[in-house]
């Protein structure tokens, strides 16, 4: 489904630069770069989704970055219910793993930094 493609060869230079600047940003796992090459690409809808989905989870698990995640819920169009809805199935497996959070300045699991961050989705 992401793997990576060789260009086809029908295509211009241009288009074959972000083709190839896609399979960069799939291989770095930088799905925000990703998404964005996906829709210049024209991917099919499920694929922009899935990347989508991929960067939010990225921001949240990965990085504790509570900004950034309402940042892209806002450019994807996602409403509340749906942000709250992708919150509670990332609860659900949560790892006890906990990470420090610069704003509580304490070292939260996940389900207790999204409950700290954004309760009002859940």
């Given at each position: 489904m992401l793997a990576p493609q060789s260009p086809p060869p029908s295509i211009n230079k241009e288009e074959q630069k972000i083709v190839r600047e896609f399979e960069?940003?799939?291989?770095?796992?930088?799905?925000v770069r990703a998404e964005l090459l996906a829709r210049q690409l024209k991917k099919p809808h499920q694929e922009i989704k899935?990347?989508?989905?991929?960067?939010?989870?990225?921001f949240i698990v990965e990085f504790r970055n509570a900004e950034g995640?309402?940042?892209?819920?806002?450019?994807?169009?996602?409403t509340?219910?749906?942000l709250g809805s992708f919150f509670r199935q990332l609860m659900s497996p949560s790892p006890s793993t906990k990470q420090f959070d610069i704003k509580t300045m304490n070292f939260l699991n996940l389900?207790?930094?999204l409950q700290k961050h954004f309760s009002s989705f859940l």
């Open positions: 960069e940003a799939l291989r770095l796992k930088n799905f899935e990347l989508q989905k991929k960067a939010l989870q990225q995640v309402l940042a892209l819920a806002q450019e994807y169009k996602l509340p219910a749906e389900q207790e930094w």
